[in-house]
């Protein structure tokens, strides 16, 4: 006799995620962006079903892209790049208007991860949070600030996500 499986919390299975990748050099060209193959990967491993990176200049365009993704209502929008205090560094500004409720254990967490490996972790500016059942997080553009705010999604990303779509009593 077969028996269903029980339910796993955090399955992500048919969820749909969205990368945007802050970087004027990586839009124009410059040089290869390195951390959207990164996230969208992740992702696709953690049962998500990503739309492929959207890699846009710093500034407006990171708004432009998160508004574009979130009328296509997936759970996730990671975002790379962006976050530090070079003039152009804009994706904090243009996330924080989207937000609905900010979650800022999950940013303490991130730049806590960064911090133990580099103190300059400490000047990324990132938001995380939730803009109606879409949970969307700043992540720095450095491939191993990325791998560290990854680390740290891994083991809450389904449950988070369970509990804004509703389908997770407490």
């Known amino acids: 006799?077969?028996?269903?499986?029980?339910?796993?919390?955090?399955?992500?299975?048919?969820r749909k995620a969205g990368v945007v990748i802050a970087s004027t050099r990586a839009a124009a060209g410059v040089y290869e962006d390195l951390?959207?193959?990164?996230?969208v990967d992740w992702l696709t491993e953690h049962g998500f079903e990503p739309f492929p990176a959207l890699v846009v200049p710093d500034g407006a365009p990171v708004g432009a892209a998160l508004r574009a993704l979130l009328s296509q209502q997936p759970a996730v929008i990671i975002t790379s790049g962006g976050t530090g205090l070079s003039p152009t560094d804009a994706t904090p500004e243009e996330t924080l208007p989207l937000?609905?409720?900010?979650?800022?254990?999950?940013?303490?967490?991130?730049?806590?991860?960064?911090t133990a490996k580099t103190p300059m972790a400490m000047l990324s500016r990132g938001h995380a949070g939730a803009a109606g059942q879409t949970f969307i997080v700043n992540l720095p553009g450095s491939p191993k600030g990325v791998m560290d705010g990854l680390s740290v999604l891994d083991p809450i990303l389904g449950h988070l996500c369970d509990q804004l779509e509703g389908s997770h009593g407490h």
């Not at 951390?35 to 996230?39: L, N, S």
């Not at 937000?99 to 960064?114: F, K, Q, T, V």
């Open 35 to 39: 951390t959207g193959p990164v996230i």
């Open 1 to 14: 006799m077969n028996m269903p499986e029980p339910h796993r919390h955090g399955e992500a299975t048919g």
């Open 99 to 114: 937000l609905d409720r900010e979650i800022p254990g999950i940013m303490e967490g991130i730049r806590s991860a960064g």
